[in-house]
């Protein structure tokens, strides 16, 4: 096929020569998401608030790790097909743990954090599997993962019981998961992390919740992994690694050393986005047949501006992506519109992004 | 790829080394086998043709794809799609007054020329618009699932006439206890006398397929041109192939597969749902790569991927039989899928 992409530009694309039109090329998704904020706004009441959008910001926190997680890999021209199920993993895990040490005499704290400690430490294995077969053993990306899509899926299912939800863990786990960082009651008491104890019912309605503790892990996430990859040597690495693998062997780059490094982090934010569907839900969930968390990361990704080749990708983008994905199926909801419509958007959104960097591919 | 090795002799190691995934299999077998003294038995063996018969379909539509160097990634919800337009259709043609055959043989053929439309947007989208075929049929797959769901709205499909069932969970063949022989219909016995039944009806429905498919694969020029494509995608433009009718079609083919996977759920299970067949995209890739097909393109058999897909339901039923549960079959899966690779990494020559 790439024979033929050297197709000679017809006039038509002169908009896309202007400085405007190259800035529409290169940010459509920005743009796509803002004109739909704007059409939701109008199609159901209740869309623009900022109630709403905390909302989702809480909800996509999930989708948001897990697609960082995915351009770190699709950034060095891999992918990472077992996240989804990393991600059931590990909340399935934390939630026996923490199950099984509640029975114990240790105090609350030591079960939540031993029980989140052993599910992120389990979660790396995964991912140095991954790195080993896709680096010593050159098995392709898209098998080796796949294959450690299929373990991972029967371990959680060893460990749920086949199907069950993990309960029994402590409930104080969902308050960490769900609680805001600031609540203002009606007579503007403010109060830190937790709700005001003295609420009553007829109130609850009234009170103003800012900032869910979900957004922090989301911006340390975001932030730490934005410096790794724009200012570090690791994160130049990447990028080299992803543009042209040859050449940044060459130049001296460990680069099945990095390759594997970049795997294992992969899966271990999977996991903390496992950890986080455990404090958020309060139950270990495994990951159900046919969600397709993974496909929906890469989305995300490609969405974002990233390309399957790899050496392009930003987590800016990912960001985008993600709130395209998330403002998609939050506003077709609040619009009465059946929410099943979302799964054609994305389908449609994703072939559009492509042909979008088919068309200009020098832009990005 | 095939016919290179044809003149050489090979020794007797190499020749096993070239078929361990079939040693691999009689393995299998013979340790399934010990553990539980009932595996090995003719209806086990009908079993797994019964149980395996979507795998069988799926990932004789993962091959046409995979050998251009493709992938799709939406057989699975195409084969979901199928199982509820197709339940559809059927129930649609008895409301118009016809006999239930008819309207499931009317239904079933409809929903084959249905299920060429998202093979035709997915071929079009990677052969006209060079999108990556991952992208393409992974937006297929949302597209599928979502037109799904909005038929269905969360109720699988009902109302299906029983002769569906009738029809799926029979066999070809009956023979009862007196040695008569009786085609498709189940002889009336006495109570305690047992009927043999031969060869399940769904599976000698795919096998039909699958060969008339891999006859076209390996015998016509279609099916050189596929591996030409997969094999050095320039070359093959260069040499004049028209490429993007070739790659249309392999898609085509692929989606062709998936909706008859689907039919064939709608007569053993009696419904149709959304995700009938999300967990067999692992199965359908593992399937092709299992039975020695590289994904980048240009290699795979029919014959082998049939024999990767029958591994995968050896291990199913395999495991249900001895009494494991079902986890078990997903790190088995995963396990042969990995190690297969890395065979294939190690002994580059093996497994062709």
Known sequence: MQSESAKPRSTSLSFFQTPIGQFTARNWAMLFLIIMIVIFSFTGSGFFDIANFQNIIHLSTGTFLLAAAETLVVTTGGIDLSIGYVYGLSSVLGAKVMQVLSNSNLSLAWVVVIGSAVALCVAILPGLGNGILVTRFNVPPFIATMGMWGICNGVTLFFSDGFMPVMGAPSIINDIGNSYFLYIDPSHNLRFFSKPPSIRISEIRMLIRLVPNSFFLSLLVFIVLNFILGRTRFGRHTYAIGGNKDAALRSGINVNRHLTMIYMLSSVISGLAGLFNLFQTGIGNYTPSGASYELMAVAAVVIGGASLTGGKGRLFGTVIGVLVLAILENGLQIAGISAFYRYIGVGVLLTIAVIIDRAFPDLF | ?352
């Open chain 2, 1 to 352: 790829m095939v016919q290179t090795t044809k003149n050489n002799k090979l020794s007797i190691p190499e020749m096993l080394g070239k078929n361990w995934i079939a040693l691999f299999l009689v393995v299998l077998v013979i340790v399934f086998s010990l553990l539980a003294p009932a595996f090995f038995s003719i209806d086990t063996l009908q079993l797994i043709f019964f149980n395996g018969t979507e795998v069988f379909l799926l990932g004789a539509a993962e091959l046409f794809v995979i050998i251009t160097g493709g992938i799709d990634l939406s057989v699975g919800f195409i084969m979901g799609f199928s199982t509820i337009m197709c339940s559809k259709l059927i129930v649609m043609f008895q409301g118009f007054g016809l006999s239930a055959f008819a309207s499931i043989l009317a239904g079933s053929l409809f929903m084959l020329a249905i299920g060429l439309l998202p093979g035709l947007v997915n071929g079009w989208l990677v052969a006209y618009l060079r999108v990556p075929a991952f992208i393409a049929t992974f937006s297929m797959l949302g597209i599928t699932h979502g037109i799904s769901e909005l038929m269905t709205q969360g109720v699988p499909t009902k109302n299906l006439p029983s002769l569906a069932g009738v029809i799926g969970n029979g066999s070809f063949l009956y023979i009862s206890p007196d040695s008569e022989i009786h085609f498709f219909a189940r002889p009336q016995v006495p109570r305690g006398q047992i009927v043999v039944s031969i060869l399940p009806n769904m599976a000698v429905f795919a096998f039909i397929f699958i060969l008339m498919f891999s006859f076209l694969l390996s015998k016509t020029k279609f099916g050189r041109h596929l591996y030409a494509i997969g094999g050095n995608i320039d070359a093959a433009i260069r040499s004049g192939i028209d490429v993007k009718k070739d790659l249309l079609k392999a898609y085509m083919i692929s989606s062709f597969f998936a909706s008859l996977a689907g039919i064939s759920y709608v007569m053993k299970y009696i419904t149709g749902k959304p995700d009938a067949g999300a967990d067999l995209l692992l199965d359908s890739i593992a399937a092709v790569v299992i039975g020695g097909a590289s994904m980048a393109g240009g290699s795979g058999t029919m014959g082998r991927t049939i024999l990767g897909a029958l591994v995968i339901a050896v291990v199913q039923t395999g495991l249900r039989i001895v009494g494991m549960q079902t986890f078990m079959t997903y790190i088995l899966v995963g396990s042969i899928l990995i190690i297969t690779v890395i065979l294939d990494q190690v002994f580059p020559n093996f497994n062709r």
